[in-house]
């Protein structure tokens, strides 16, 4: 039977999505990659075709890490500062695929840096979102000592998100580094309390705590698989959702 509208109607109204900026380096591991950010704008620019509400929040990891830059010897809040650069740069270049596919896009940035981008503001951002502007969230939140995944799960709980979803290149939260050991088994739901209490290394322990502090929930899934937020959208089940509450087994 064809699809009507009525049968496209998203899950959620609003969302968080955490895009991790190691993947927009593509195959070359370092700087970005515009095939990865014209693929990424495809996908975006469906949920935006189903009337979904769309924050982003960039990663840096393709350009810089404040822990890498200390272990090379930089002084680590100098590193940070850099790291959060880095996820300005990712977002203009973003910003500017997005907007080449003809998606009308903000960029706000936790940094002040007049003339370049928006200062971000909590409430503009949530009237841009209702505008049906994609919003991208970029210097993570400004400060150091934290990571993007923090960043994500800060703006998703400010903005009053439906879901942060982290997407990544694996396929969801395992019970060890699924690159690390191939035989690691995936989780397809799992508490707050589960990720801490086993130390799950997919995202922070700090953006873990966030979400569970105000119920905010959070599912990690593969952006690599062609079509997976769109499934998402529309109900079908991807990765590993991680909620508050008991789960009983199936
Ligand atoms: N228990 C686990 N389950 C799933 N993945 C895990 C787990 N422990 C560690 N990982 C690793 O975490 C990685 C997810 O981090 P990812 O690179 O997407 O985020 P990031 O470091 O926040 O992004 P960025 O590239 O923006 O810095 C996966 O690629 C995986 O190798
Ligand atoms: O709030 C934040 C967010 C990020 N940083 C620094 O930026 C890099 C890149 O972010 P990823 O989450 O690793 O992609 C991060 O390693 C930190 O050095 C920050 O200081 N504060």
């Known amino acids: 039977m064809p699809s009507t509208s009525k049968d496209r109607s998203p899950r959620y109204k609003r ?10 380096a593509g195959e070359e591991g370092f700087g970005i ?42 002084d680590r809040v100098a590193g940070d500062h850099m790291g959060m650069l880095a996820t300005v740069m990712n977002g203009l270049a973003l910003r500017d695929a997005l ?7 903000r960029l706000m940035s936790a940094i002040p840096m007049s003339g370049v981008v928006e200062h971000y503001d909590h409430r503009h951002a949530i ?28 703006r998703g709980i400010e903005i009053n ?9 694996v396929d969801g939260v395992y019970d060890s580094d699924p690159v690390k050991n191939p035989a690691a088994i995936k989780y397809d739901r799992l508490t707050y309390d589960d990720v801490l209490a086993s130390k799950l290394g997919v995202m922070d322990l700090t953006a873990i705590c966030l979400c ?6 959070l599912r990690v899934f ?23 509450g008991r789960i009983e087994p199936d």
Do not use: W
């Not at 969302?15 to 927009?24: F, N, V």
């Not at 009237?127 to 800060?154: H, M, Q």
């Not at 998100?161 to 290149?169: E, G, H, M, S």
């Open 127 to 154: 009237r841009y979102l209702k505008n049906g502007e994609v919003v991208i969230f970029c210097a993570g939140t400004g400060n150091p000592f934290f990571t993007t995944d923090s960043a994500a799960c800060l």
């Open 99 to 105: 907007e080449r596919s003809n998606i009308r896009t």
């Open 212 to 217: 569970q502090d105000h119920n905010m929930p």
């Open 222 to 244: 593969n952006m690599n698989k062609k079509g997976a937020l769109l499934k998402l959208m529309l109900g079908g089940s991807e990765g590993t959702l991680v909620e508050a």
């Open 161 to 169: 998100a439906d879901v942060v979803l982290k997407a990544t290149k």
């Open 33 to 74: 990659d515009p095939a990865v950010l014209d693929s990424m704008s495809l996908e975006i620019g469906q949920l935006v075709g189903i009337g979904v509400q769309v924050g982003l929040v960039i990663g840096g990891g393709n350009l810089f890490r404040g822990a890498a830059l200390q272990a090379a010897g930089l």
């Open 15 to 24: 969302i968080l999505l955490k895009l991790s900026g190691e993947a927009l």
